[in-house]
């Protein structure tokens, strides 16, 4: 595996946010947490990337703990987090923005080989080259935050609500991109409220309730499990 986190529980100030999450991401798989508000998707994720000291709990990449390393060298191993919100250098230019993904030392030995595969999956960013960020569409912002990501050159791209806030013609395109990403081989981990559209994508995918890992499944299954249609398909 080459992701793999054990019973891991997390807390804000003593309150927890996490209390037992276990999940597995494959090479080249596509595998995604669903789960409601406040059920512990971003903090999963901030977990593994070094932003937040878990509990309890392991997480291992390429078989090695990583749990509790700082964030930098969980960077520099190539795991890159696409925060929810996008977080962008407002006043900066897209290709500064862009810059600023690549940041470790790895990453920059092919920066530029990198960018150029991301203006080919973003043509619009590459049009929009010298333009500030903060004056983009909310999904073309998007399209810049998981650019960014991908400038790490990442071994895994973990992906915190991309869809968010965005106009459902968007939220396709977001997700047609995320195919395509998938398709030339990244191995993606997903964090999205958007049940369907995101199991549809998934080679895998997990259900998160309250801190808690309690199903899993193919995107398929879980796509007709009874558990999921009513509590997150609404049907
Ligand atoms: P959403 O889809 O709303 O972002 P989520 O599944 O990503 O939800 P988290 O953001 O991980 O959920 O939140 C899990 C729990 O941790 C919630 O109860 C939330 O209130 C709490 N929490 C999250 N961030 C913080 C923080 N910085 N300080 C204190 N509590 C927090």
């Keep these: 595996m080459l992701l793999e986190v054990r019973h891991l529980a997390a807390s804000y100030d003593g309150v927890p946010a996490l209390h037992d999450v276990s999940f597995t991401v494959g090479e080249g798989e596509v595998v995604t947490i669903i789960g409601s508000n406040g059920a512990g998707k971003t903090t999963t994720i901030r977990t593994i990337s070094g932003q937040l000291r878990p509990d309890r709990g392991e997480i291992l990449f390429r078989g090695t703990r990583i749990d509790g390393l700082p964030a930098h060298r969980i960077a520099e191993m190539g795991i ?5 919100g996008r977080r962008l250098f407002n006043r900066l230019t897209v290709l500064q923005n862009l810059l600023v993904g690549s940041f470790t030392r790895r990453a920059r030995a092919t920066e530029d080989a990198m960018l150029e595969r991301v203006f080919t999956l973003f043509p619009r960013l590459k049009e929009r080259a ?13 399209m810049l935050a998981i650019g960014r990501g991908l400038m790490l050159q990442p071994v895994i791209l973990m992906l915190d609500e991309p869809s968010l806030g965005l106009a459902p013609m968007l939220v396709d395109e977001i997700f047609n991109t995320i195919r395509q990403i998938a398709r030339e081989g990244m191995t993606i981990l997903l964090v999205e ?4 559209e995101s199991l549809e994508l998934s080679d895998r995918a997990y259900v998160l309730q309250t801190g808690t890992t309690v199903a899993e499944g193919t995107g398929a299954e879980l796509l007709e499990s009874e558990m999921v249609r009513r509590a997150y398909l609404g049907l």
């Design 193 to 196: 409220q958007n049940v369907r």
């Design 80 to 84: 890159a987090h696409v925060p929810e």
């Design 130 to 142: 010298n333009q500030r960020a903060g004056t983009l569409s909310g999904g073309e912002q998007q």
